[in-house]
């Protein structure tokens, strides 16, 4: 079939045809793209003294200690890493549940309620909820774990419940919408083949949803690993805790130091002007970058999937 | 269309141009957080009597401020600890000039149940037995049996400084240890009076006897002082710091006025108000 155009639209499209938009396009991804390489060459660059200074033990040496020019941020690198496991544990399992009800089961006036309610929930300023846990999370883990006999209130494991509230409404909402992406025949195929609503559910949605859901998951991951306020106010800036055991939970509920909460405190005002710890903490900053950049590359890379999955079962069917 | 277009046009342009003009220049302080209270309360009577526009933060502390101020990010540093070396070689271009507005005294502060546990005093050796992480439960102190929850101060905070100097002498020989930070004062009072066994260190006006209690000190005799008025004046007790606004060179302009008021009768008051001694005190 060749493309006839009637006669006004082929005028139309002649005449309209600012050059302008492409050209302002074209900059606005220029100025984007340029910003983004610039920002990781200055972190590179500006990182080099670290590197010839503290090496590869940059990554896997535990002490940080700035006066004696002991830059090792692996206690940092453990406390991130606890902190956004305990999140994700958390937050997963119920977010999975609560898309299930908000995208299979809720009638449709309903679902825009709860969906749009849990998506005002994704844009609370961190700082608040990072208060909110200073009011509450902090007694709450004080008081509540008495028999484990923590230090004090703030400890890793605060940070990371604190984290899962704030990373479950992001988590929630995603996982809907891959589960509502999964065509409606799909499910009435099931129904017709005589699965209960409940299979269906487990059986045909949440499959051919699990890669969009484990993005989402990855995508909270990445908000989690970013997030400095509220981690900065309940882990307790201890450093260099690393016990010897990384899954004992005395060191769970004790006091530790994140790469984001080194950031957000005062040795960043005292690094300026001293070349070596400057690089250091931007050392520390260049490290998140790339924590974060891995953890929205692969959700990226797992929405692709999802996108492809559909198609494919169309084809063999 | 065209017009709308040359309109956005000119807007996009102009925004690039800094609008800095009409408005008057903005005096930015920076630093400490035991300062912070006297100069915030000065800056709001010169608003209004001289209109004058001052911005404070206390981002970092007193080293902070003294960094902000190297780096022209402010006008004047507040700071509860004197400049030293480390901060001149760093900044070797400015030209830092502190101006002392009063005097303030570090105390010792514990929670409730420590206070009432019976632990009212401490000797420099025991302090830097808890620093240390050697001594770690109250009752080696005369208290119940308790674990002692030792809350740091932040590098590069004044209160820190003053601990260290009494305990090791100077800064660069304090021992390097581990312990929960805490940053501002408020901070301190709010960690400690929540934990149990808890124990921290504060400007003076914070230790309120009431949510934190202020340990005395015992001097080698075996005396006890207390962080009051006539035994900071006399330089008897050990941890004082004088307070300082700085600037780079002589104070000129705002930063001038804001200093100068800050020397008169009223900003005297303002520093004896928020709990620290004027300057016509210590002499």
Request: charged share 15%; net charge neutral; hydrophobic share 45%.
């Amino acid at each position: 079939m060749t493309e006839v155009l009637p006669p006004s639209v082929a005028s139309c499209a002649k005449v309209f045809r600012p050059r302008w938009i492409l050209w302002s396009c074209a900059l606005g991804v220029a100025v984007t793209v340029t910003s983004l390489l610039g920002a990781l060459a200055m972190l590179l660059w500006q990182s080099l003294p670290l590197l010839g200074h503290q090496g590869s033990s940059f990554v896997t040496a535990p002490e940080w200690y700035y006066p004696e020019k002991a830059f090792g941020a692996l206690a940092m690198i453990y406390g991130t890493t606890v902190v956004s496991l305990i999140a994700l544990v958390l937050a997963v399992p119920v977010a999975v549940g609560a898309s299930i009800l908000s995208a299979e089961y809720l009638p449709p006036g309903l679902r825009l309620v709860v969906k749009s309610g849990i998506e005002m929930l994704a844009g609370v300023p961190s700082v608040v909820y990072g208060l909110l846990g200073v009011l509450f999370l902090r007694e709450w883990v004080y008081h509540g774990l008495t028999a484990f006999d923590p230090i004090s209130g703030d400890s890793l494991f605060t940070a990371g419940l604190l984290l899962a509230v704030m990373i479950l409404p992001t988590i929630t909402t995603l996982s809907d919408d891959a589960l509502r992406s999964v065509p409606a025949s799909q499910r009435s195929a099931a129904r017709g083949l005589g699965l209960t609503r409940a299979e269906a559910v487990l059986h045909v949605a949440l499959p051919q949803a699990a890669p969009g859901i484990l993005a989402a998951s990855l995508l909270g991951l990445g908000r989690a690993l970013g997030e400095t306020v509220a981690v900065f106010l309940v882990v307790g800036r201890q450093d260099n805790q690393l016990p010897g055991n990384p899954f004992s939970p005395t060191a769970w509920i004790s006091p530790g130091q994140t790469l984001t909460s080194k950031l957000g405190g005062p040795e960043t005002h005292i690094a300026y002007g001293d070349p070596l710890h400057w690089s250091a903490i931007i050392g520390l900053a260049l490290l998140l970058l790339l924590l974060v950049g891995f953890c929205l590359a692969a959700a990226w890379g797992l929405e692709r999937v999802m996108k492809r999955t559909p198609m494919d079962t169309e084809s063999d069917s | 269309m065209k017009a709308a277009t040359l309109l956005l046009g000119v807007v996009v342009a102009a925004s690039f141009f800094p609008v800095a003009k009409a408005q008057k220049p903005t005096l930015r302080v920076s630093g400490s957080t035991t300062v912070h209270p006297v100069v915030s309360e000065a800056a709001e009577v010169l608003r209004k009597d001289k209109d004058l526009a001052i911005t404070i933060d206390t981002a970092g502390g007193s080293t902070g401020g003294i960094n902000g101020l190297g780096d022209r990010r402010a006008d004047v540093g507040m700071s509860s600890r004197p400049l030293n070396n480390a901060d001149r070689k760093k900044f070797p271009l400015v030209d830092f000039h502190a101006t002392s507005i009063g005097r303030d005294a570090v105390s010792i502060v514990v929670s409730k149940d420590v206070w009432e546990g019976g632990v009212k005093s401490l000797n420099a050796d025991q302090f830097r037995g808890i620093y240390e992480c050697k001594v770690t439960n109250w009752q080696e102190l005369g208290g119940e049996d308790c674990r002692i929850v030792f809350f740091n101060k932040e590098p590069g905070r004044g209160t820190w400084e003053v601990l260290v100097k009494w305990l090791y002498g100077n800064p660069e020989s304090a021992p390097r240890s581990n312990h929960p930070e805490v940053g501002a004062n408020e901070e301190v009072r709010s960690k400690v009076s929540g934990t149990r066994g808890a124990i921290s260190f504060v400007s003076t006006p914070w230790a309120d006897g009431q949510r934190v209690f202020a340990l005395g000190i015992q001097k080698d005799d075996g005396s006890v002082i207390g962080a009051t008025g006539p035994d900071i004046a006399s330089g008897d007790y050990p941890m004082t710091r004088p307070l300082f606004v700085i600037t780079n060179g002589e104070p000129a302009g705002a930063a001038k006025v804001l200093i100068d008021y800050l020397l008169s009768d009223a900003g005297q008051e303002l520093v004896a108000k928020h709990g620290y001694l004027r300057l016509a005190d210590l002499k």
